[in-house]
């Protein structure tokens, strides 16, 4: 079933000064982790800075909010984000 997932962004303070969202279309965890670190800002940078990405990614999506969407065809991926 298709999840909307409300994530906050991985990215700490002072490299992400005020944080944000990310809104991720997925049918499971495992998906939605893959989506943010192919698209989600995951960088050589961001790579070299936070060696631990991958479980500050995984800790985000556990908390975050989750809607179940009807299928109408919307592509999985990022439907929308809001970083600083």
């Known amino acids: 079933m298709k999840t909307l997932y409300i994530v906050g962004y991985w990215v700490p303070f002072p490299s ?5 969202v990310q809104v ?12 943010l670190v192919e698209t989600g800002g995951v960088d050589e940078f961001n790579r070299t800075q936070y060696p631990n990405y991958r479980e ?4 985000e999506i556990k908390e975050a909010k ?12 990022v439907v929308y984000e809001f970083t600083t």
């Open 16 to 20: 992400s000064e005020y944080g944000g």
């Open 24 to 35: 991720v279309v997925a049918d499971s965890d495992a998906e939605c982790e893959r989506i």
């Open 56 to 59: 500050r990614i995984a800790n």
């Open 66 to 77: 989750r809607f179940s969407v009807y299928d109408d065809g919307t592509p999985h991926g």
